[in-house]
C-alpha cells in the first residue's frame, strides 16, 4: 500500500510550489502518492492553516509546514512505514 502524503496549499502560495516540488522529486525514490489540497474558502482548513501554508501530512499524520526538509521528511516517512 502507497503512503499518501497530503500538502495543503493555497492558491499563488510560492513555497506551497516549492514543497509540492521537493516532495515530486522525493516520490521518485521512496514511492507514495501526492494530493493537494487548496484551503482557499474552506472556513475550517483556512483557520486550521492559514498562516502555515504549506502543510504537510503523511497519511493524515502531521508532519511540517512552511518547508519540506528532505532528510527529515525522509526518516518520519521510514518511521511512519515501521508502524504501519
Not at 50 to 58: A, L, R, S
Amino acid at each position: 500500500m502507497s503512503n499518501v502524503v497530503t500538502v495543503y496549499s493555497r492558491h499563488g502560495c510560492h513555497l506551497c510550489e516549492e514543497a509540492v516540488q521537493t516532495l515530486q522529486e522525493l516520490k521518485l525514490e521512496l514511492i507514495f502518492d501526492i494530493e493537494v489540497k487548496y484551503i482557499d474558502g474552506v472556513a475550517e482548513l483556512e483557520k486550521l492553516y492559514g498562516e502555515q501554508v504549506p502543510v504537510i501530512h503523511i497519511d493524515g499524520e502531521h508532519h511540517d509546514f512552511w518547508k519540506v526538509d528532505p532528510v527529515r521528511f525522509k526518516t518520519s516517512l521510514e518511521k511512519h512505514r515501521r508502524h504501519q
